[in-house]
């Protein structure tokens, strides 16, 4: 039985021949690309993909955008939170009938 990855290769490659004038042709000679096996080649392997060096700067920039939206929205409500006060008042407290309450 074949690994995911040799079956997603063949058909991918399948697909570009098809999409090519020669197909049949091209097809018969190609030979897959062998998949590293220990990590500094699988990493180098991986960083030498441009659109995967891409993706990952995205997603830093995403990453550092989403932490800065936090950050500003933490001080936001801590500053907001800073100009009102807050009482609480148990019903056994001397103070809690004295003042009306709305009740929700």
């Not at 990952?56 to 950050?71: A, I, N, P, Y």
Request: aromatic share 16%; proline share 4%.
């Amino acid at each position: 039985m074949a690994t995911p990855l040799v079956l997603a290769q063949q058909v991918f490659s399948a697909l570009t021949n098809n999409l090519g004038a020669n197909s049949t042709l091209e097809a018969a000679q190609t030979t897959p690309v062998p998949f590293p096996t220990d990590l500094s080649s699988l990493v180098t392997f991986l960083c030498s993909l441009s659109a995967l060096r891409d993706w990952l700067k995205l997603l830093v920039f995403g990453f550092v955008l989403e932490s800065l939206r936090r950050l500003a929205f933490h001080f936001y409500y801590k500053l907001y939170d800073s100009l009102f006060i807050t009482a609480t008042f148990d019903e056994d407290d001397a103070s809690y009938g004295l003042f009306y309450f709305s009740r929700v």
